[in-house]
């Protein structure tokens, strides 16, 4: 029952504490690596911050296909206050919309990476744009936002397993 006499969270407000509480679940497992440390350091670090890039530029070549291709098996999206998929396939399925209109695109840059200490898991955070482009060249920014990926190294590289990001409030919130 909800009890009235409690503040409601608005939607953003809601998406940041989320990122927040994740952010911090995250940090409490793993360090920021040195070069010397027993993870491979930071040139394991810097491998999964350009498997991010990679990420990006994959998208921006091939769509939901490039988009979805970086999932692993049991990888999950979660999509803050709407549905979660898990594995390519479900993502691509929940995604293809995002994708549809070829006048959007989508970017990201990641900020930060961090190493979990066993060498095989770790996460970026960073930020993305949406944006369309009209038919004079010019780009509308249509969202900002924040947002964190969990990897998994294997033999198939970097793979995501854990997605999830927040817009940015709107102007004036």
């Given at each position: 029952?909800?009890?009235?006499?409690?503040?409601?969270?608005?939607m953003?407000?809601?998406?940041?504490?989320?990122?927040a509480?994740?952010?911090t679940?995250?940090?409490?497992?793993?360090?920021?690596?040195?070069?010397?440390?027993?993870?491979?350091?930071?040139?394991?670090?810097?491998?999964?911050?350009?498997?991010d890039?990679d990420?990006?530029?994959?998208?921006?070549?091939?769509?939901i296909?490039?988009?979805?291709?970086?999932?692993?098996?049991d990888?999950?999206?979660l999509?803050?206050?709407?549905d979660?998929?898990?594995?390519?396939?479900?993502?691509?399925e929940?995604?293809?919309?995002?994708?549809?209109?070829?006048?959007?695109?989508?970017?990201?840059?990641?900020?930060?990476?961090?190493?979990?200490?066993?060498g095989?898991?770790?996460?970026?955070?960073?930020r993305?744009?949406?944006?369309?482009?009209?038919?004079g060249?010019?780009e509308?920014?249509?969202?900002?936002?924040?947002?964190?990926t969990?990897?998994?190294?294997?033999?198939?590289?970097?793979?995501?397993?854990?997605?999830?990001?927040?817009?940015?409030?709107?102007?004036?919130n």
């Amino acid at each position: 029952m909800l009890d009235h006499h409690q503040p409601t969270l608005t939607m953003n407000t809601h998406h940041r504490w989320i990122i927040a509480l994740l952010g911090t679940l995250l940090l409490g497992g793993c360090r920021s690596v040195t070069a010397d440390g027993p993870t491979g350091g930071e040139d394991m670090k810097q491998e999964m911050m350009q498997a991010d890039r990679d990420y990006c530029e994959a998208t921006a070549e091939h769509g939901i296909d490039g988009w979805a291709s970086y999932y692993a098996d049991d990888g999950v999206k979660l999509e803050l206050g709407g549905d979660t998929a898990r594995g390519p396939k479900q993502v691509a399925e929940q995604d293809a919309p995002m994708f549809e209109d070829p006048s959007i695109r989508l970017s990201w840059e990641p900020v930060k990476g961090f190493m979990y200490e066993d060498g095989v898991h770790g996460f970026t955070t960073g930020r993305f744009c949406l944006v369309r482009a009209g038919a004079g060249g010019e780009e509308t920014e249509l969202a900002t936002g924040n947002y964190v990926t969990v990897w998994r190294r294997g033999v198939d590289g970097w793979k995501i397993i854990l997605d999830t990001g927040a817009p940015d409030p709107p102007p004036g919130n």
